[in-house]
């Protein structure tokens, strides 16, 4: 008898803890992504922002429409970014749906400490660049998943 309400007591408190954070979905003509409720979003000039109340960091989506930009150039476009002196194979790179290319890179500005991580979708002429940047002090446990899940529910819908 005991086990059996400890095991349940154990099964109510996990329940009640692993509640996930209640979202809305920011829709762009050529996007959405899933952003939890309480965090702002702003929109200018085609350049979108979405971060939590205390500003510890932020994703920001940029479009790029009719860009000349040879996918040979992509990944030193991306370093060139953080002005990072990583080799390009620490850049990855494949296939992704829609006839997209998707690059994925992470980087550690030790100056600012600061994470980056940074996705490039890239079809012809056009190209999206979704990245996080975090302060290191608050890259863990909930403000590293609420980031990454949001990142990750990126959709192009063209």
Same mark, same amino acid.
């Given at each position: ?6 095991? +349940?007591?154990?099964? =109510? ?40 109340? !205390?500003?510890?960091?932020? =994703? ?27 080799? *390009? ?12 290319? *998707?690059?994925?890179?992470? /980087? ?24 996080? !940047? ?8 909930? /403000?590293?998943? +609420?980031?990454? *899940? ?9």
């Amino acid at each position: 008898m005991k086990r059996v309400s400890l095991l +349940l007591t154990f099964l =109510i408190s996990f329940t009640v803890f692993a509640q996930k954070t209640s979202t809305k979905v920011f829709d762009n003509p050529n996007y959405s992504i899933s952003v939890p409720e309480i965090w702002k979003v702003m929109n200018t000039e085609d350049i979108v922002n979405i971060f939590p109340d !205390n500003q510890i960091g932020a =994703i920001t989506i940029s479009e790029y429409h009719n860009l000349a930009l040879p996918k040979s150039e992509t990944k030193k476009f991306i370093l060139a970014l953080y002005h990072s002196t990583d080799e *390009e194979d620490k850049i990855k790179s494949r296939n992704g749906k829609k006839g997209y290319t *998707e690059y994925n890179y992470e /980087y550690f500005d030790e100056k600012e400490k600061l994470y980056w991580i940074t996705k490039v979708f890239q079809k012809e002429k056009d190209l999206y660049l979704i990245t996080i !940047n975090c302060k290191q002090k608050y890259w863990n446990g909930n /403000y590293m998943s +609420l980031f990454n *899940e949001t990142f990750n529910s990126f959709k192009i819908k063209k």
